[in-house]
């Protein structure tokens, strides 16, 4: 590949399309001179819900209001505006809400510009033919990959690499919002198409994909980035923050595995031996990453429907109960399993959780202090069966036993629970969980992620 | 000795997809990283011990170049699944902060 001389400027906005970054921050970026702006729109951090549902992870509103800013200043300079898994899981419905808000921003603007939609959403047929021809590889801790798990699947969606961005770029697009992709993908296809290494473009996808996180002191902003030909300089543009090279070695750290091996579509990317020097008090050299090419496989994430949930939140203040607590939430599990048959609910048609915070409400099973006494505890008293009625019928049941159950000692006989809210029980709707975590070994990285263009 | 709480920079929980969980702890100084790594205590067997996982189940890497050690475990529940009380997976490194490494704190080294 050709070495470009002239480095690859790129500005990413925030964390995750809709965190919000000061607008003052953009335009000191892009009066540094940029080539792309852009903003990774999701991941799978905030949980399965997402994927499973099709709901974006944030509000509209605030989608709307950082789209607007980085459409204007990408419009205003001429430079690409490029977003990766849009909407928060990458899905058609998540990438089309995103593509709504840009249509809408455009139209109220007068803005013209090719627009490209890269979808990441995979039939079920692909995936059971990968699975029948053996190209499903398992993740760490992933469940098996079979074909009664893509039947269950609300929706699958597969992680593209860079060469769909860049394939779009190529087409045209002046703004690409893909499904889908790996966070540093839209990044690192801007720096190696101008034809930067992938070592050095990789890392500064990495870098970006997190907005000004590698900076000190940390909050939602804007980080610009330099590729050259070995070398990646990092500076956010808010002159509160700075980047160091601790600031920066320890981004490494987050979401990872591994701080030196991160696996890609296509490569592994090392920075076992990177080099963070000081360009001054605010900016970061980083050097000495590799890129080792590897055969070319794409992740899968898929999400099934778990049940519906209904929750209601109380505590208590009492220390008699609170002394006898693991015998009193014993009792509580009794009584909601005959109550619930009564209402011919059978044990196995519902799960009953109560979690119990000031005690273990937060490490569960692995809290390592089992003998605290706190003078009060709250509950999360939760309820997930096949249907709402269900979640809403027994997690009643459930409420009034916390509230009412006799225990011994007992001198609150009005009642053992202080309830914050009327109505007390929310219904919380359909749960789910993640059924799909696999890699998919593909020939063609452009086949499983069709491009849209459409001229507005 | 010194707990952790008392001698690191960060010491911090989150998810590495949903179905890991990674734990990182940070030194200010390369002296007191050196000091933290010869006593050997930030170990997979530590780990294991304090998470209930088997310790050839903890992916554990030293990482001069961040001051910082780093050890990746399965979750118990996956991310968002029923009975998973943390989807972030953000307050898990609490029984880290107790640890005790059996070293003299440094003059130069933050307290």
């Known amino acids: 590949m050709a070495k470009n001389q002239m480095p690859c400027r790129m500005l990413s906005t925030s964390g995750i399309l809709g965190y919000g970054f000061p607008e003052a921050s953009l335009d000191a970026g892009m009066a540094r001179g940029v080539d792309m702006i852009g903003v990774d729109g999701g991941s799978t951090d905030p949980g399965p819900h997402y994927l499973g549902s099709g709901k974006t992870l944030n509000s509209a509103r605030a989608m709307r209001r950082d789209l607007a800013l980085m459409l204007r200043a990408a419009r205003k300079h001429k430079v690409p505006l490029v977003i990766g898994t849009s909407g928060g899981a990458g899905g058609t419905p998540h990438l089309q809400a995103t593509a709504e808000l840009i249509r809408s921003i455009a139209a109220e603007d007068g803005l013209r510009f090719r627009l490209a939609t890269i979808e990441a959403e995979q039939d079920t047929a692909t995936i059971k033919t990968a699975i029948a021809k053996g190209r499903i590889g398992r993740l760490t801790g992933g469940p098996v990959l079979d074909a009664a798990a893509v039947d269950r699947s609300q929706r699958i969606v597969a ?35 101008a034809g930067h290494s992938p070592a050095p473009s990789w890392y500064a996808g990495k870098m970006l994909e997190c907005g000004a996180t590698p900076a000190i002191p940390k909050g939602h902003d804007c980080l610009h980035v330099e590729v050259s030909s070995d070398a990646v300089v990092m500076e956010p543009t808010n002159p509160i923050r700075r980047c160091t090279p601790s600031s920066v070695a320890n981004h490494s750290l987050h979401e990872n595995p591994s701080p030196c091996i991160h696996v890609e579509p296509g490569g592994v990317l090392d920075t076992t031996d990177c080099r963070f020097d000081a360009v001054n008090d605010r900016a970061v050299r ?135 809210y009327s109505p007390s029980d929310v219904s919380c709707g359909p749960v789910y969980r993640f059924s799909v975590f696999s890699t998919m070994a593909i020939d063609d990285p452009l086949a499983p992620f069709p491009i849209h263009y459409e001229d507005l | 000795m010194a707990r952790i709480r008392d001698i690191a920079k960060v010491c911090k929980s989150k998810n590495a997809g949903p179905f890991q ?91």
């Open chain 2, 21 to 111: 969980l990674t734990l990182d702890v940070v030194f200010e100084t390369r002296s007191l990283y050196d000091a933290v790594a010869a006593t050997g205590v930030l170990s997979p067997e530590l780990i294991g011990r304090l998470y209930n996982v088997a310790p050839e189940d903890v992916l554990f890497t030293p990482y001069p170049a961040g001051l910082a050690f780093k050890a990746t475990i399965p979750r118990a529940i996956p991310a968002g699944d029923l009975g998973d009380s943390d989807v972030y997976g953000c307050q898990q490194h609490a029984p880290l902060l107790e640890v005790d490494i059996p070293i003299n704190r440094l003059a130069d080294d933050p307290v």
């Open chain 1, 286 to 420: 980083i050097s000495g990453m590799t890129w080792e090419p590897h055969p070319y496989t794409v992740k899968l994430e898929g999400a099934e429907l778990a049940g519906y949930r209904t929750i209601s939140v109380c505590g208590t203040r009492d220390p008699l109960l609170i002394e006898t607590l693991d015998d009193f939430l014993a009792s509580i599990h009794e009584a909601v399993a005959q109550k619930a048959a009564a209402l011919g609910v059978e044990p196995d048609g519902y799960t009953l959780i109560i979690r119990s915070y000031g005690r273990n409400g937060v490490m569960g099973a692995a809290e390592p202090i089992l003998d605290a006494r706190p003078h009060e505890i709250g509950f999360v008293i939760e309820v997930v069966a096949p249907d709402q009625d269900t979640a809403d019928a027994v997690l009643a049941l459930a409420r009034v036993s916390m509230l009412h159950t006799d225990f011994p000692g007992r001198l609150c006989r009005e009642g053992n629970m202080a309830f914050p």
């Open chain 1, 159 to 193: 992680m593209m690499g860079p060469e769909p961005f860049a394939a779009a770029l190529d087409g045209g697009a002046d703004v690409v919002l893909a499904g889908r992709s790996s966070d540093p993908a839209p990044w690192a296809a801007m720096a190696m198409r």
